[in-house]
């Protein structure tokens, strides 16, 4: 079973400061079809990041996503105030289309 | 304006069935691979399942959880999304929200498929009790 681990589970930071969240696929096989999104509190998901490190349109060049099967690493420079919300990893590769758990960016 | 409208959502009893719908605009749909992601109360998304556009031959992708009870289609003549829920369980209590999974971009020389395409509906609640 092909499983995305993230972590930690809960980062707590003050605006301005850099965060650097962590996704791990179960199955190391050097794909680079990751993504990235941010969700709300009541919203619908947004993408950030495409194919591991490419950004979507319209998101501000603090995003900034690596790495290659199994790890991966979305960056944010410097943290926004809109910037506190959950962050999840997918791997779309072939069949499937998996999230990790999730990581909780909050104000510290 | 790019705009996803799902519909459908309701109460069901365990075993029992639902249809879900997804009303796409402002963008070729037919070009476009769409997705459906759920979310239970309080947890985190989970991915249900993709179509692919014509030129895929409009295959389907589905998680473990929901193969074979859930099935996915489309009708790009009505730029409509589909979601047929059969053999509910309680465990599909959450609410469905249908997005895009990415479309042909085309340029000069040709199109390139690219998940660069991002565009959510408000999310439908389906909950499944008894």
């Known amino acids: 079973e092909f499983v995305l681990t993230q972590s930690p589970g809960t980062l707590s930071l003050s605006p301005g400061e850099r965060a650097t969240l962590s996704c791990r696929a179960s199955?190391?096989?050097?794909?680079?079809?990751l993504a990235w999104y941010q969700q709300k509190p009541g919203q619908a998901p947004r993408l950030l990041i495409f194919?591991?490190?490419s950004r979507a349109t319209g998101i501000p060049d603090r995003f900034s996503g690596s790495g290659s099967g199994p790890d991966f690493t979305l960056t944010i420079s410097r943290l926004e105030p809109e910037d506190f919300a959950v962050y999840y990893c997918?791997?779309?590769?072939?069949?499937?289309?998996?999230f990790g758990p999730g990581t909780k960016v909050d104000i510290k | 304006e790019v705009q996803l409208v799902e519909s459908g959502g309701g109460s069901v009893k365990p075993g029992g069935s639902l249809r879900l719908s997804c009303a796409a605009s402002?963008?070729?749909?037919?070009?476009?691979?769409m997705n459906w992601v759920r979310q239970a109360p309080g947890k985190g998304l989970e991915w249900v399942g993709r179509?692919?556009?014509?030129?895929?031959?409009?295959?389907?992708d589905y998680a473990a959880p929901v193969r074979g009870r859930f099935t996915i289609s489309r009708d790009d003549s009505k730029n409509t999304l589909f979601l047929e829920m059969n053999s509910l369980k309680t465990e599909d209590t959450a609410v469905y929200y249908c997005?895009?999974?990415?479309?042909?971009?085309?340029?000069?020389?040709?199109?390139?498929?690219?998940?660069?395409?991002?565009?959510w509906g408000q999310g439908t609640l389906v909950t499944v009790s008894s």
């Open positions: 402002g963008f070729i749909f037919n070009k476009a691979w």
């Open positions: 179509i692919r556009s014509k030129t895929e031959g409009r295959t389907t």
């Open positions: 194919d591991a490190s």
């Open positions: 199955q190391s096989d050097g794909t680079t079809y």
């Open positions: 997918q791997h779309y590769g072939g069949s499937r289309g998996s």
């Open positions: 997005g895009t999974d990415g479309t042909y971009h085309d340029y000069v020389w040709g199109s390139s498929f690219s998940k660069d395409f991002d565009s």
